[in-house]
């Protein structure tokens, strides 16, 4: 089941996709078959298997993307690539392990960030930086 959905504000043809296992998809031509479609997800690609929340696309750069992720699962909620999917690293610094359920990015050098758990209130981080 597809979970997120994002276009690149600088290319519209470049669309990420993201599912509820975990896995991902990166296209640059969307088409009907599976044929343009990239798969850029999953623990092979250091992406955990959980539903993925959301997706943000750096509006300055298409092949700078964020992925929140959900679960209850130590580690990283938050993931980034900068190189179209091929690989992500998982952000932690100023974030707590909890599901992770929105980002959105203001612009190029501000991430917003919104962690929230089931039943728990959540937090929001402004000026998280980690697009340098």
């Not at 623990?43 to 929140?68: F, L, M, W």
Request: with cysteine.
């Amino acid at each position: 089941m597809i979970t997120a959905i994002a276009v690149a504000p600088n290319n519209g043809n470049r669309i990420y996709i993201g599912y509820y296992d975990g896995q991902m998809f990166v296209t640059d031509a969307a088409c009907a078959t599976a044929a343009c479609w990239t798969a850029i997800g999953g623990s092979a690609k250091g992406i955990p298997q959980a539903p993925i929340t959301r997706i943000v696309i750096d509006p300055g750069n298409a092949g700078v993307a964020y992925a929140a992720v959900s679960g209850f699962g130590g580690g990283a909620h938050v993931f980034k690539t900068t190189t179209k999917g091929s690989s992500w690293t998982g952000l932690t610094t100023g974030l707590p392990s909890i599901p992770t359920n929105t980002i959105t990015a203001e612009n190029s050098t501000t991430l917003w960030v919104v962690p929230a758990a089931w039943r728990r209130s959540f937090a929001l981080f402004r000026g998280f930086r980690p697009l340098a």
